[in-house]
């Protein structure tokens, strides 16, 4: 059995799931940094519940039931004069000290506590931040989507190509067959010598040796596309052709178009303009300590030494309490003014990251925009020379049937062909990954499907 059967049957033994591009998609949107970032998303919309939180009322409610053991003590009381001396009248009290027995006492209360604010700028701002922090954290997680995404994207291209490769290895190898048996005949007729088909034999052996080698790559490919899509890492996968390689590249679209296209719709714009709008919010927040605040409260509690007073007579033990409170913070050393001023540092700052993530994002849009169109040239030039490439091995191969030409020369133009079919499917699936890498700059990745 030779290597290439072998080969063969070891890819067969366990059966690959095929995968289309658009599965591939929409799973790398699965990936578990994209769903770590959707939790974020989660524990966001959470953050907004705390902070309305403090905006309803507050009702507390609570009982307690308790025994005090007062010892024996002694302490000095007025009492009446005992008229021993003639000279004070009875009217008059003198100190006297008194003993006291041991005592113990028991002690019921039952209350509700019901809380509202009336005015607290601000907790309405720190609600209104929350909801922004949130909405900015949709946007990270959309960053982030897409990301994984365009992983999934170039991981499983990267399988298509190891595949497509494959393909034209085994077509180097079937060539090499037909080379051998082509000198073999031209030998056994007496037309070439025996140095031409061991030549051929010894090429037949090192395509075979080539194309078993490129399993290990397969292998590789396959695991690397499984992992990210969060599938078991022994699972072979199978990309289906998505037909990139029997059409002409799409046009890049124009530069300008696809820098507008990045300044509406990247998902990282937006996650900083809110990262600003927060930072205002903060600033808000601070300054509130310089308006008052108003809230309101209730009491109601129920307390006595005995049980069935406090929890089963409804007539007694009942008191109630009510207030609206001011509370107006007119000095607290200089305290607020210092976190506005901190704020307002904080907002700089967020501008500055801002204004320069545009920046960058534009320059990497250009450069994306710029790869994409070098691709789709290289790929043009590559199915030139894979056009030149079959004729040289046409011209070859006729050649060495009629005895004046050799198989070093036909050797030669079976390399060139293989390496210019390598080269135009390496150059036509880096302009799809290019064309997806454009895509992702500019923030017009497919949503896919999203949890």
Known sequence: ???LVLASLLAAAAEPSPITLDQARAQGRQSTTALQSAIDVEVAEQDVRVSRSALLPQLAVGASAGKRWIGRSRSFSLV??????PNVTGDEFVQAPVETKATSTTDYDLSATLTQVIYDRARWKQLEQSGVLRDAQKSQAQEEADTSE??????FFALFRT??????LEATVKRSEDQLERARSLFQAGRVGKVEEISALVNLGNDRITYTQSMAQLVTDQT?????LTRPGTEPLLAVDPGVLQTEPAPAPSIDEA???????RPLLKTLQLRVRSAELQRAIARADYIP????????TRRGPDASDVFAEPRLQNNFIASIDLNWNIFNGFNTDAQSKRADATIRKAQLTLEQSAREIEGEVR???????????????????KGAAVQGLSLAEERFKAGVGSTLEVRDAQLSLTQSELSLLQNRIDVEIARYRLLRAMGALGPGETK
């Open 259 to 265: 820098i507008s296209v990045a300044r509406d719709r």
């Open 293 to 300: 605040k108003l809230s309101a409260q209730g009491f109601y």
């Open 1 to 3: 059995m030779n290597a």
């Open 150 to 155: 365009l992983e999934a994207v170039r991981r």
């Open 80 to 85: 009446p004069n005992p008229n021993d001396d």
């Open 224 to 228: 690397s596309l499984a992992v990210w």
């Open 367 to 385: 450069a994306a925009h710029q790869a994409l169109e070098a691709q789709i040239a290289a790929a043009r030039l590559a199915a030139d020379n």
């Open 163 to 168: 595949q497509a490769s494959r393909q034209v």
